[in-house]
């Protein structure tokens, strides 16, 4: 599935992934290739990247995130780097 992580001034990450979690506003949870669509808020928290056997972590401050067909939104307030 394809993510893509956006803030206000930039693209902080695009590609393909095997999966994502992100801190929803009642929890973080995890999304794998095919599912349901969702629209949902952000709270500040990690977001972990999972291309196979790799991971790679961005915090963020907060925002919402949609998925649909197979392709991840999140579009953060910002990104602590």
């Known amino acids: 599935m394809t993510l893509e992580i956006l803030t206000p001034d930039q693209t902080v990450y695009k590609g393909e992934v ?3 979690t992100v801190p929803g506003a009642l929890g973080s949870f995890e999304v794998l290739n095919n599912h349901a ?7 500040d928290g990690k977001v972990i990247i999972r291309e196979g056997k790799t991971e790679q972590i961005y915090q963020i401050k907060g925002g919402v995130v949609e ?10 307030e910002g990104v602590v780097t």
């Open 18 to 20: 095997t999966s994502v």
């Open 37 to 43: 669509p969702i629209i949902s808020i952000l709270e």
């Open 67 to 76: 998925v649909i067909d197979n392709k991840v939104i999140v579009l953060a």
